[in-house]
């Protein structure tokens, strides 16, 4: 393809929990991932490494950097004081990433709510939006000279569907109307976010980044129930930001299935509704749907199919997806688009000469890249690509098994490895076209 546009970014992301460690470190309090987990006490130490993180990162070429601020060093009580120890950290951090040439690109919110706010209802309460933003602003009056480009709320559908209904990540409950609640307030909480960025910052640009997964009927019969899937897990969320309104199917859905959704109060949509500069794109794999009642809920989500290749965790790798989602992303919403997370799980770890051939992720690095290429060709206006993730960390509910990163860690020792996909990645972002793989696969 032509080449990619002048300022895209090219990097890689992470978020404060899951690398960091220090949680009991320069006044930072619990948030609801220690109280679920607890595993993050270490993690990838980046909270003391991360000087040495950006060298590598800037060695790489990367120009860009997504990372997650803490609420809970920042705001510990989740409202009212503030912590400069908190603040100092990412204040030297940022100055740290622009000294080497990488663009900071902070998420204010990726999951590690202050358990103190969780106390007072976390998410079921209205007034943990308002937190938000008043968060915010403590972030934007810190960090707004220096940051140019502001995520707001990670995937507001994980977060209410795993944390509220599935119980599979903090704070682990169970229940859909809950979890319908939750998306709503976690949404405006991104539009009280937004017309804060908007207020202080208005040269700032500035989205939500939402997980997104292309969603196929298993067969033609399987049309509909894809679609009302599809409402569910993207449109919920893409509908109100980009359009200022809940998509009519799925809201008679919940409506049936919980009763009024009456937590939607007359001006909220115009909050939620007011036009971002981007969607983050989240993207790992696809969803192939059935017409067959499963938990409640009218479709049914089928496992990888049989003949399509899978990462190391199952999930299907397949980059025509991601290809799908993103020309669509541009015909139905026309908005431009960074992607925030792209990846998988490869658990290739050091041979005995120490490198890492991670040749799956190369490879999967290389299509997706190329689907990538082929929806900017189609018009999809992209700012960059971020990958998921910089380092192997901790996968939240699974552990440290799952490896994403394109820099091995070594658990016991915190030794980085720069692997064979880094140095794919490297030349890609030097010729500033998606290169061939060579000695890296
Ligand atoms: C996304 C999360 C991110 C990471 C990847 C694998 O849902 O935003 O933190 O765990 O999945």
New binding site residues.
Partial sequence: MSAFPPGFLWGAAT?AY?VEGAVAEDGRAPSIWDTFAGSGEVACDHYHRWPADADLMAGLGMNAYRFSLAWPRIVPGGTGAVNPAGLAHYDRMIDGLLERGVTPVPTLY?WDLPQALQDRGGWTARATADAFADYTDVCLAAFGDRVGTWLTV??PW?VSVLGYRLGLHAPGERDLRTSVLVAHHLLLAHGLAMSRIRARRPEARAGIPL?LFPTYPATPADAAASWASDGYTNRWFLDPVLRGEYPADTSSLFERLVGPLDWVRPGDLEIIGARPDLIGV?Y?TRRLVAAAPQDGLPWRVLPAQEGVPVTDSGWEDVPFAFEDLLTRLHRDYDVPLLIT?N?GVWNAGPDADGRVRDTGRTLALHRHLLALTRAMDAGARVLGYLH??LLDNL??AEGYGQR?GLIHVDRSTQTRRVKDSARYYARVIAAGAVVEPGAEA
């Fill in positions: 978020s899951q990726h990670n995937e994980v997980s989240n790992y997370e990846g998921w993730s996968e939240w994403f």
